[in-house]
């Protein structure tokens, strides 16, 4: 539900500054900075445009402050409609930037030659519940994939117990919440658990809409506020969120699980936890930057880039401009710890910043 | 002032009168006219022919790869988008996509059952008190807010569905109604995201359709047989049942399949409070569920790379613009054979 909220006040908030920025350039169009690369444009003023995951969008939003006021000629507009409309709508031409926090698979690459996926920052995703008094818990994908299949249903099951030794677990009954938009977080949860335990969680119930088996009680939530609420809301919840959302989830008094890696060790998520697990990948990376980074045998196991995805041709040269420098300004001047520790995302690595950067410069016009 | 050509005094009177441009003549004689009515009458046709052309070539890959298990089947399956290509039928499409339908045209009845059982006795309830009992004032504000209500967007129905209503259901009402006897009333009363809310949700949104079809059918009765039944000592309920709605029989089953109509198609309501549980019928009254048109709301983002995803997209708005329109035909066959016999002139009563 938030997402859906989230669009009608983004709808209503954007109209009048699109006015008024309408309004500004007609009034001030010889007087505009010229500060940015991009004011070679007729009026002026450039609008960037990039709607998708809403793990990403705290960060965007932090971004769209920042350079606003660096650059008050060109316009960033961002929502988080979910990462399945991030690369259509990129793929179709409709906004210049779609936000994912999955790769492009061949799929799309076949239907959309050319459509590019650069890394941005590495993300991940919580596990979080709402257990009043267990502060702390561990869960493997094995357990994970056994209470969203509905095989186990309360808190207190010998399965969970066995991974938490010394801890008093509740009969509270389990209610699992997942995502009802297509979604990033989903497809990267569902892998985390296919990984983890293929036979518990096949592979054909990987993605970013999902059959989810049924459970009894179970609920589906739009956007991962919608999950930070909804969970919030119902007591014995379990629920997938983005790191981007932790202090939220901690206002909202949800407990975060420590996770199993590969290596069977339970990890929380840490800026040193996913730099850890983000070690045994980064040098897989592949030009193209598509690389999971799922169920590492090091730190976290729920990690992944975020992906801005570009059409390599923009609309005009004036909009090529803008991306390609609201993008290199993200990766390095916006990956700086004051954007990415309030959402505590860690900066892409060196060599990852490097395959970036050489997508950046394939945006022409 | 300046653009107009000038023309010598005293001759503007003598001079013939100016030739009447095309243009005007041709709106004078009324041919505008007529073609705007030839196009406005063709125009809904063509369209709604269109869309089912356009929908039905767009989803034919799909209607052969599916086959009858769309129908039969409740599996929902977008596949592994990072898996094998497959190319069959015209299209190329990753592989271990399963796509059954079952689940949504249950999900899609149910909840419209759901809103018409409740929302029609309320309706033409409301509709007689309005007409006959309230006094004039009071009745038209009545009416006034009626219509309002069928004027609320569904997204903010929605919206409040979600956030205020449905837990409330969850919390004092789906308690109460476990204790009914019958199975479908029994079991997890969930969190306010399932069957029930959205049934509910939707009666809200019929409602105001209904009432204020049944309320203008109910006016048109006339004041005579309605006095005579009165005068023959009938109560207020008998007048009812005996006179004032045999009278507009035709009309009503008319207001009901219009606010069916809505239920079936009603789209962002209910995505946001039906739980969203693709593949899943609900097996009580309270359990997640999903409708045809909620899912292609809120899932054709993620298939709208892959070939056969959209095209089962497609093929599920098909079957739901099917059932719109055999809902359509069903009614007007009922009005056909009520409408012969349910006007109470000339038969006893």
């Not at chain 1, 961002?78 to 031409?93: K, L, R, V, Y």
């Not at chain 1, 969120?241 to 990890?267: E, H, M, P, R, W």
């Not at chain 2, 739901?320 to 006893?348: E, F, Q, W, Y």
Request: aromatic content about 8%.
């Amino acid at each position: 539900m938030g997402n859906r909220f989230r669009l009608v006040a983004a709808a209503a908030a954007v109209v009048p500054l699109a006015l008024l920025a309408a309004c500004s350039s007609s009034s001030t169009t010889s007087s505009s900075s010229a500060s940015s690369p991009a004011s070679a444009s007729s009026s002026g003023n450039t609008t960037v445009s990039e709607t998708g995951s809403t793990l990403l969008l705290p960060l965007v939003s932090s971004w769209q402050v920042e350079y606003g006021t660096l650059f008050p000629n060109i316009l960033i507009t961002t929502s988080g409609t979910g990462s399945g409309t991030g690369i259509a709508d990129a793929a179709a031409g409709t906004v210049n930037i779609g936000g994912s926090d999955a790769y492009l698979s061949p799929a799309d690459l076949s239907q959309f030659p050319g459509l590019m996926n650069i890394p941005l920052a590495v993300a991940g995703i919580n596990i979080n519940y709402n257990l009043p008094g267990v502060k702390k818990l561990n869960l493997n994908g094995t357990v994970l994939a056994q209470i969203y299949s509905g095989k186990i249903t309360t808190w207190n099951n010998s399965a969970i117990a066995a991974l938490n030794k010394g801890v008093s677990l509740p009969s509270t009954k389990i209610v699992p919440l997942h995502r009802a938009d297509s979604s990033g977080s989903t497809f990267l949860t569902t892998s985390y658990m296919n990984a983890q335990d293929p036979s518990g969680w096949t592979a054909s119930n990987v993605g970013t809409t999902v059959s989810w088996p049924s459970v009894p009680g179970a609920t589906a939530e739009t956007g991962s506020g919608g999950m930070v609420k909804g969970c919030a809301a119902i007591k014995g919840c379990i629920a997938y969120i983005g790191v981007s959302y932790a202090s939220q989830v901690a206002d909202d008094g949800l407990g975060t699980a420590a996770l199993a890696n590969k290596s069977g060790a339970f990890v929380l998520a840490s800026s040193s936890t996913i730099n850890a697990a983000l070690a045994t990948f980064s040098g897989k990376t592949p030009a193209s930057g598509a690389q999971s980074l799922i169920n590492g045998t090091d730190g976290y196991p729920i990690i992944n880039y975020e992906y801005a995805i570009v059409k390599p041709k923009q609309a005009s040269a004036a909009e090529a401009t803008a991306v390609k420098n609201f993008l290199t300004w993200g990766i390095t001047t916006g990956s700086g710890s004051k954007y990415l520790t309030p959402v505590n995302f860690v900066a892409l690595p060196s060599n990852v910043l490097a395959i970036a950067k050489n997508l950046i410069a394939k945006i022409s016009s | 002032m300046a653009s107009v050509p000038a023309v010598p005094e005293g001759e503007a009177t003598l001079s013939p009168p100016r030739r009447e441009s095309r243009f005007r003549g041709w709106l004078r004689r009324g041919s505008f006219i007529r073609w705007l009515g030839f196009g406005g009458a063709w125009i809904p046709t063509l369209m709604l022919v269109f869309i089912l052309v356009v929908l039905f070539t767009k989803a034919w890959p799909a209607i052969q790869i599916n086959g009858w298990g769309f129908f039969t089947n409740s599996v929902w399956n977008t596949g592994n988008q990072y898996g094998k290509s497959i190319t069959s039928h015209g299209i190329t499409y990753v592989e271990g996509q399963e796509y059954g339908a079952v689940p949504q045209i249950v999900g899609t009845l149910e909840t419209s059952l759901i809103a018409l059982i409740i929302a029609v006795p309320v309706s033409i309830g409301a509709a007689l008190v309005v007409v006959e009992r309230l006094p004039r004032r009071l009745a038209s504000l009545i009416g006034g807010f009626l219509e309002m209500l069928a004027g609320i967007p569904s997204v903010v129905i929605g919206l409040w569905g979600v956030l205020t209503f449905g837990p409330f259901i969850a919390k004092y009402i789906a308690p109460a109604l476990t204790h009914i006897p019958i199975p479908f009333f029994q079991g997890d009363v969930g969190h306010g995201e399932g069957l029930l809310v959205s049934g509910l949700v939707l009666a809200i949104m019929v409602i105001p359709i209904v009432a204020s079809t049944s309320r203008d059918l109910i006016r048109g009765v006339p004041l005579l047989p309605r006095e005579g039944a009165v005068a023959l000592g009938m109560s207020d309920a008998e007048c009812a049942r005996k006179v004032t709605l045999p009278w507009v029989g035709a009309g009503l089953i008319g207001a009901v399949v219009l606010g069916l109509a809505r239920a079936i198609g009603e789209t962002i309501a209910v995505a946001m409070v039906c739980g969203v549980a693709i593949g899943q019928i609900a097996t009580n009254l309270y359990a997640a569920m999903i409708t045809i048109a909620a899912n292609i709301v809120q899932n054709l983002d993620t298939v709208i790379t892959d070939q056969l995803g959209v095209r089962t997209y497609a093929e599920l708005a098909l079957v739901l613009m099917v059932i719109t329109l055999a809902t359509n035909v069903v009614a007007r066959l009922m009005v056909k054979r009520v409408s012969g016999t349910a006007l109470p002139v000339g038969r006893g009563l």
